[in-house]
């Protein structure tokens, strides 16, 4: 099994900066993709974000150019800087993994693990 925690949500304005964090433990050394999505209320899940363990990232046409996904192996950990915050981006921020080899399974939707996911409010 494998837990995945995040952090970093909150409340920022329009225009603004948020980094989170998604933390995994347990077995790790099945995770190959690692990912973010995102659910905004009334709306359904979607994908945000996919990195491979190699650093091939894939992004959403709606985040291109204002977030940037990362991860650092060693830590276990991805991470998701979005900068240029707008109000349509405020949703409930879900973490990923996936033991799949590329990403694409991930952003299909195929996830073999989720996390509680964080709050993330952009007001206008």
């Known amino acids: 099994q494998v837990q995945l925690v995040e952090s970093g949500g909150g409340l920022v304005q329009a225009g603004g900066s948020l980094r989170l964090s998604c933390a995994a433990s347990g077995s790790i050394f099945s995770i190959n993709a690692m990912g973010w999505y995102r659910q905004a209320p009334g709306k359904q899940r979607e994908y945000v974000a996919t990195?491979?363990?190699?650093?091939?990232?894939n992004y959403a046409d709606s985040v291109k150019g204002r977030f940037t996904i990362s991860r650092d192996n060693a830590k276990n950990t991805v991470y998701l800087q979005m900068n240029s915050l707008k109000p349509e981006d405020t949703a409930v921020y879900y973490c990923a993994a996936s033991t799949a080899d590329s990403s694409l399974r991930l952003r299909l939707g195929v996830v073999d693990y989720w996390g509680q996911g964080t709050q993330v409010t952009v007001s206008s």
């Open positions: 990195i491979t363990r190699g650093s091939i990232t």
